[in-house]
């Protein structure tokens, strides 16, 4: 697929705007400004970036729950600022600093919250895909489900591939392999090469790609969202590498060769498209920093600002109104 | 007035409620030509159409899948419309559990409140066809310890009828738990009931019997033993007792429960459900903490034994039989 000049700039400020937000949610959790159990996205930035981009050439609403380290994907749905302002746990966040990072949830926006055991997430999305096929929406709105190699082994993955094919749904589901769930490689995991062979099991297309390289991914998701519009369910499953431990301070050597650290270089999503904007003439080294620039100050300011936001009240927390619909006003 | 069963008043809540909103759809197994196995969705897909295969549907039979219709209607519900999920057996919820417990209970909280997310599972539970130990259990308590789910138990056929459609009604996700035990009990139920006459779901204790020495809060199967226990109690002591079916777990109407109490000052409470950890344990710590010592007498538990449901008729032995809530009563009253 060829992309233009535009398109291929704006993928590499999706890509730089990642970057940023993962080194900067690796260092406020580190100064413990981050609580609860956050995996930062360093290193796999090609993928939600790739989907942003496929939303955004493509022009469709895409329903979508977040998942393992899709921190980005959740922040262009409903704002970086107003996802840092949640994961900061602020009022100013979007979901008022009280539901965290994946449980956010934004309805009209398209965010569907994700489960916390991550593995009934697919099975929600089919029930929004199914809604969307019979409101008669696949004209310009598809389900993308988003997935870790880990939360694909979960039984009702399972059941929602099946649930999907009988109901010929238009969702495409998206499996982020980064090889381990916590401490658990995937030839542990799985029989075969590939975890969209999945997919062959329920008669559904899959196609595997390089998750460093986000002109592949965006092209994958394109497709996949053609087929889903057509209500043909498929899979991508997008290949990539765990830069950091499972989370912050996980001794990662007991388990796992590190090696794969010295050569980050031959991986880096960005220094990957870097190369290709530079090979096309698109752009030079002057460029590239100064997109780098403009996406750490919109981090960074983005930070700043939330930090200085208020907490959100004991009152607000205990609000039996936002628990159910009825005006309990109290416990019930 | 027309008499029926339970089932059959089950059945026309659901066609009133199907009839009167086209956003509710059906989620469950075998829900299509055979009407559900406890045929309360007879006709319902020939008349509303088939979901799958059908723009408009309302009608989704599904495959053997607790945890991917469950959340699949957990999303459906997110998108607007409102499901009613039946599993066939209440213990089968074991499959369905993150869906109940993680996703639909939660759904609100974590969404500001500004999106409710309505939908009815309904449980049918409890002894009475000798099933064994994964088709007969009483599931209630297991669900009353998360916060955002309501729990409505009712009896009897009209209460069925209309408490389902005050769930399926309702914007919040509701557990509606009917006990298979009841299913083929008769009742005269109207032939019409007006929107306007179907019950909230709060305030919706009903006082089954007036009596001034003793009250007992017991719910399904074991408040239909309760009935006949307190006639003879009554017949034997001269005491009165006075029995109420809360109906609804979650709000629970403990207004109507403290009101009796302070007449009687004796509670005994009765439920299949295991006793330990069970809803009635609940309902002892409120009454206790809002009477406390007005109470003439410590309050009395009778429920299911804590063990395994075992095979056959054999599973009158740990469910409340009439001469333990005989007894329960009379210790309630200090006889």
């Known amino acids: 697929m060829d992309f233009t000049k535009q398109q291929m700039l704006d993928m590499y400020s999706e890509l730089a705007r990642s970057r940023v937000l993962g080194e900067l949610m690796k260092e406020y959790i580190a100064s413990g400004k981050i609580s609860g159990a956050i995996h930062p996205c360093l290193g796999q930035e090609a993928i939600t970036s790739g989907i942003i981009s496929a939303a955004k050439i493509t022009g469709l609403n895409i329903y979508n729950t977040g998942t393992h380290r899709g921190q980005t994907l959740m922040a262009y749905k409903v704002g970086f600022s107003p996802f840092i302002g949640e994961i900061l746990g602020r009022t100013s966040g979007a979901n008022d600093g009280i539901s965290g990072e994946y449980h956010l949830t934004d309805i009209e926006k398209g965010l569907i919250p994700a489960t916390g055991g991550l593995g009934g997430t697919w099975g929600i999305l089919d029930g929004v895909a199914w809604a969307i096929k019979q409101q008669g929406r696949t004209n310009d709105t598809v389900v993308l489900a988003p997935y870790g190699d880990g939360a694909a082994s979960e039984g009702p993955t399972f059941e929602a591939l099946n649930i999907a094919m009988l109901y010929k749904l238009p969702i495409l589901f998206f499996i982020e392999n980064n090889g381990w769930a916590m401490s658990t490689p995937v030839s542990k995991q799985w029989p075969t090469d590939n975890l969209a062979d999945r997919a062959k099991g329920f008669g559904m297309q899959a196609v595997t790609v390089d998750g460093n390289d986000i002109c592949a991914v965006t092209e994958a998701v394109i497709n996949g969202f053609k087929l889903a519009q057509e209500c043909i369910p498929n899979m991508v499953e997008v290949k990539t590498t765990r830069w950091e431990a499972h989370f912050l301070g996980d001794p990662q050597e007991m388990y796992r060769d590190t090696s794969y650290l010295q050569h980050l270089d031959e991986i880096d999503p960005l220094l990957i498209h870097e190369k290709k904007l530079k090979d096309l003439g698109y752009a030079d080294d002057e460029y590239i920093k100064e997109i780098k620039a403009e996406m750490a100050k919109e981090i960074e300011d983005a930070f700043d600002y939330n930090l200085k936001q208020p907490l959100p009240t004991r009152e607000s927390v205990l609000d039996y109104n936002r628990l159910y619909s009825n005006n309990a006003g109290g416990e019930i | ?335």
């Open chain 2, 1 to 335: 007035m027309s008499e029926m069963i339970l089932l059959r008043a089950h059945a026309l809540a659901l066609y009133e409620e199907m009839a009167r909103d086209d956003k509710i759809i059906c989620v469950g197994e075998d829900i299509g030509p055979y009407g559900g196995i406890w045929k309360t969705f007879s006709g319902l897909q020939q008349m509303y159409g088939d979901g799958q295969t059908t723009i408009g549907g309302r009608v989704l039979q599904m495959p053997m899948e607790e945890a991917g219709y469950s959340l699949f209607a957990c999303g459906a519900a997110m998108m607007g419309y409102r499901p009613v999920v039946e599993i066939m057996y209440a213990d089968f919820s074991t499959l369905a559990f993150e869906a109940i417990v993680d996703v639909a209970a939660k759904f609100r909280y974590n969404a500001q409140g500004k999106n409710s997310l309505p939908i009815t599972f309904i449980l049918p539970q409890g002894v009475g066809a000798g099933s064994g130990a994964h088709h007969s259990q009483s599931v209630e308590s297991w669900y009353a310890n998360v916060p955002g789910l309501k729990i409505v138990a009712p009896s009897t056929p009209s209460d069925v009828r209309a408490f389902l459609r005050a769930s399926i009604r309702d914007d919040d996700p509701v557990l509606f738990i009917w006990h298979r035990g009841l299913m083929m009990g008769k009742e005269d139920v109207p032939d019409t009931l007006a929107p306007e006459d179907v019950p909230a779901l709060t305030n919706a204790a009903k006082i089954v019997k007036e009596g001034n020495d003793l009250t007992v809060v017991a719910y399904q199967r074991s408040l239909a033993v309760a009935q006949v226990a307190a006639q003879e109690v009554e017949a034997e002591t001269g005491k009165t007792i006075e029995i109420i079916d809360p109906r609804v777990l979650i709000p629970f109407d403990k207004e109507a429960m403290f009101k009796s109490l302070r007449k009687t000052g004796r509670l005994l409470v009765s439920h299949d459900a295991p006793e330990r950890g069970g809803f009635g344990s609940q309902i002892i710590t409120w009454a206790v903490e809002e009477l406390g010592t007005e109470l003439k007498n410590n309050p009395v538990s009778v429920c299911g034994k804590n063990i395994v449901i075992p095979f056959n008729k054999l599973e009158d032995y740990v469910v409340p039989n009439k001469d333990e809530l005989k007894a329960g009563m009379k210790k309630a009253l200090g006889l």
